[in-house]
């Protein structure tokens, strides 16, 4: 089966870093994303990792060590509209993709 | 343009009756999933079909049930034995032939039994 854990709340301040984590378990494994989804509406990909390593896209870089079964997303200079969750989702075998209950990101000015 | 299209956005139902939400997409992808949402939750995985003709459970697939007659359809039903069907339902596809398993999802169903 799968296992994956992230915090559930976290708040930044309006121009900081903040790091959201991510710990899996899995039968098998292909496969990192991140998502962002904000309320009401449906997660929009942010980012896929399937090798060790940082990957940067802009403002958002997200880090994987599959040894670890650990990942984090990265969020440099925080934006208002940034506050959504952040969604963690490893996929598995046979196309099969678990997603973790999610991050609460509140940024504040 | 291609995407995927869920409807109807709200639907409200009475406790008993089945309602079936319907999901297509255009983007030629063949794996497409169904998603649950509860208020403050991650998506737990219903059902998921790689082809047409397949389908497989996902984790919470008691009192739902699928079909994939078309590539391009993937309709669920809620039957009246699902306890808590209240929630909002994600649909999403798969890209075919890559190693990529990114989801493009639907703009999801929020479903209300009374």
């Known amino acids: 089966g799968q296992n994956i854990d992230q915090p559930t709340e976290m708040t930044a301040t309006e121009g900081a870093i903040v790091q959201i984590n991510c710990t899996y378990q899995?039968?098998?494994?292909?496969?990192l994303f991140w998502y962002q989804q904000h309320a009401g509406e449906a997660p929009t990909f942010l980012s896929y990792?399937?090798?060790?390593g940082l990957e940067e896209k802009g403002r958002f870089s997200s880090f994987l060590s599959r040894s670890k079964g650990y990942s984090y997303l990265l969020l440099k200079e925080l934006q208002m509209k940034d506050s959504a969750s952040y969604l963690c989702?490893?996929?598995?075998?046979?196309?099969?993709?678990?997603f973790g209950t999610g991050t609460k990101l509140q940024v504040i000015p | 343009d291609g995407g995927i299209t869920q409807s109807p956005k709200y639907l409200f139902r009475k406790e008993g009756q089945n309602v079936t939400l319907s999901c297509e997409q255009n983007?030629?992808?063949?794996?497409m999933y169904w998603y649950r949402q509860d208020p403050g939750q991650g998506l737990r995985l219903i059902y998921y079909?790689?082809?047409?003709?397949?389908?497989q459970k996902g984790d919470i697939a008691e009192g739902y049930s699928v079909s994939r007659e078309k590539k391009e359809s993937f309709p669920l039903t809620v039957t009246s034995a699902q306890k808590n069907p209240t929630a909002f339902y994600l649909c999403?596809?798969?890209?075919?032939?890559?190693?990529?398993?990114?989801?493009?999802f639907g703009p999801g169903t929020r479903l209300t039994v009374t």
């Open positions: 999403a596809s798969t890209p075919t032939g890559t190693s990529s398993y990114e989801q493009y």
């Open positions: 983007l030629n992808h063949d794996a």
């Open positions: 989702a490893v996929a598995g075998g046979y196309q099969k993709v678990t």
């Open positions: 990792n399937v090798l060790d």
């Open positions: 899995t039968s098998g494994f292909n496969g």
């Open positions: 079909s790689q082809i047409v003709n397949d389908f």
